[in-house]
């Protein structure tokens, strides 16, 4: 049973369906591209459902269930298939606190000393303001809990940012996923997505991507969810992979069991890499990331549902992974207005025609 109804979800069954374990993949709501998949069947059931989710997994006899988006994952879907002694990849809730608040983040990457940018958390707008104004810009905005990848503002003037804490703390554009902010610093360089999969002692590498926020053409226009994705991304060089490993991800795998929080699921670490080569943590994403999900999984030639059941049986130590040498690229297609308001159910033409 794969959770979700996006891209990321449809590459996840994709995948998932051609495992030599598998008969059908169930894909809850699904898509368009699900319901034509040949070994995937859609079921309509919502991914906040989690009665109607663990009841027809029981059922039905579902062996395995990955949850794709990150909603579900902060609301504790593990922990409620747990109960249920139902089995399903994905961290608990107190491990997807990584994601669901980036003040949690970022006190946990300080104090287990992982890279990341210099911050400051606030709920007072004035207390923000004057941080803001002695800060200067550029400078970067973030909401502390979950806004759809859309809840960041890379601020170019003092004004700016200085606006954005206001809409944010004011509750207005994100609710209560606003009212903590973190300002942070601007940090340049080029960004990578850096994706693992982690038993709870062991976190195994997926092949690198880098997806572009940008809603418009040559990196202009508001951050989105991901405009598109290719894997590999030719800034993750050899030595720029293990340096990742052993100051990010190692230790933020360790950190969270010396906290008490085993962390089993696919971990995403979002990175920028400056022009020395050093690594340091944007954010992180307690799942596969979408797009990326669907050209790093186009490259993917291990068994998704047997890497997926050795990290449940935190048996990845003698797991491997192996991917293809080709290129794999993922475009996004969104609907007139998007990120902002937008409408959505329109007819998609020519979806039989070669791109």
Same mark, same amino acid.
């Given at each position: 049973?794969?959770?979700?109804?996006?891209?990321?979800?449809?590459?996840?069954?994709?995948?998932?369906?051609?495992?030599?374990?598998?008969?059908?993949?169930?894909?809850?709501?699904?898509?368009?591209?699900?319901?034509?998949?040949?070994?995937?069947?859609?079921?309509?059931?919502?991914?906040?459902?989690?009665?109607?989710?663990?009841?027809?997994?029981?059922?039905?006899?579902?062996?395995?269930?990955?949850?794709?988006?990150?909603?579900?994952?902060?609301?504790?879907?593990?922990?409620?298939?747990?109960?249920?002694?139902?089995?399903?990849?994905?961290?608990?809730?107190?491990?997807?606190?990584?994601?669901?608040?980036?003040?949690?983040?970022?006190?946990?990457?300080?104090?287990?000393?992982?890279?990341?940018?210099?911050?400051?958390?606030?709920?007072?707008?004035?207390?923000?303001?004057?941080?803001?104004?002695?800060?200067?810009?550029?400078?970067?905005?973030?909401?502390?809990?979950?806004?759809?990848?859309?809840?960041?503002?890379? !601020?170019?003037?003092?004004?700016?940012?200085? #606006?954005? %804490? &206001? $809409?944010?703390?004011?509750?207005? /554009? =994100? @609710? +209560?996923?606003?009212?903590?902010?973190?300002?942070?610093?601007?940090?340049?360089?080029?960004?990578?997505?850096?994706?693992?999969?982690?038993?709870?002692?062991?976190?195994?590498?997926?092949?690198?991507?880098?997806?572009?926020?940008?809603?418009?053409?040559?990196?202009?226009?508001?951050?989105?969810?991901?405009?598109?994705?290719?894997?590999?991304?030719?800034?993750?060089?050899?030595?720029?992979?293990?340096?990742?490993?052993?100051?990010?991800?190692?230790?933020?795998?360790?950190?969270?069991?010396?906290?008490?929080?085993?962390?089993?699921?696919?971990?995403? !670490?979002?990175?920028?890499?400056?022009?020395? #080569?050093? %690594? &340091? $943590?944007?954010?992180?994403?307690? /799942? =596969? @990331? +979408?797009?990326?999900?669907?050209?790093?999984?186009?490259?993917?030639?291990?068994?998704?549902?047997?890497?997926?059941?050795?990290?449940?049986?935190?048996?990845?130590?003698?797991?491997?992974?192996?991917?293809?040498?080709?290129?794999?690229?993922?475009?996004?297609?969104?609907?007139?207005?998007?990120?902002?308001?937008?409408?959505?159910?329109?007819?998609?033409?020519?979806?039989?025609?070669?791109?």
């Amino acid at each position: 049973l794969v959770v979700g109804g996006g891209g990321r979800e449809h590459a996840l069954a994709w995948k998932a369906s051609q495992s030599t374990h598998v008969e059908t993949v169930f894909v809850a709501p699904g898509n368009a591209g699900t319901a034509v998949e040949s070994g995937c069947q859609n079921v309509n059931i919502a991914v906040d459902d989690f009665g109607a989710l663990t009841n027809f997994a029981a059922s039905n006899e579902v062996g395995l269930t990955i949850v794709g988006p990150e909603g579900p994952l902060v609301a504790g879907i593990r922990d409620f298939f747990d109960a249920r002694e139902l089995r399903c990849f994905a961290p608990s809730r107190g491990a997807a606190q990584l994601e669901g608040s980036k003040a949690f983040s970022k006190e946990f990457l300080s104090r287990h000393q992982i890279p990341t940018a210099r911050y400051e958390t606030f709920t007072s707008f004035a207390d923000a303001e004057r941080y803001i104004q002695a800060e200067g810009a550029p400078i970067v905005i973030k909401a502390d809990g979950l806004a759809a990848g859309k809840g960041v503002v890379v !601020a170019t003037t003092v004004a700016e940012a200085v #606006g954005a %804490a &206001r $809409v944010m703390l004011s509750g207005e /554009r =994100f @609710g +209560d996923a606003g009212r903590e902010i973190v300002v942070e610093e601007f940090l340049k360089g080029e960004e990578a997505s850096f994706i693992v999969v982690s038993d709870g002692d062991v976190a195994l590498p997926f092949a690198s991507s880098q997806d572009h926020k940008a809603r418009d053409s040559g990196d202009t226009g508001p951050n989105t969810g991901g405009m598109g994705a290719y894997s590999p991304a030719p800034v993750v060089s050899d030595d720029i992979h293990q340096q990742i490993m052993e100051t990010i991800i190692n230790p933020t795998v360790r950190g969270m069991d010396a906290d008490g929080i085993r962390y089993q699921g696919f971990l995403y !670490a979002g990175l920028m890499i400056d022009s020395t #080569g050093v %690594a &340091r $943590v944007i954010e992180f994403n307690c /799942r =596969f @990331g +979408d797009p990326e999900a669907q050209p790093v999984m186009m490259r993917l030639e291990s068994d998704l549902v047997e890497l997926c059941q050795r990290a449940l049986d935190a048996e990845l130590s003698t797991a491997e992974l192996s991917f293809t040498e080709e290129v794999a690229l993922g475009v996004v297609l969104a609907s007139g207005g998007y990120p902002d308001d937008y409408k959505t159910g329109h007819e998609i033409h020519g979806m039989g025609q070669d791109i």
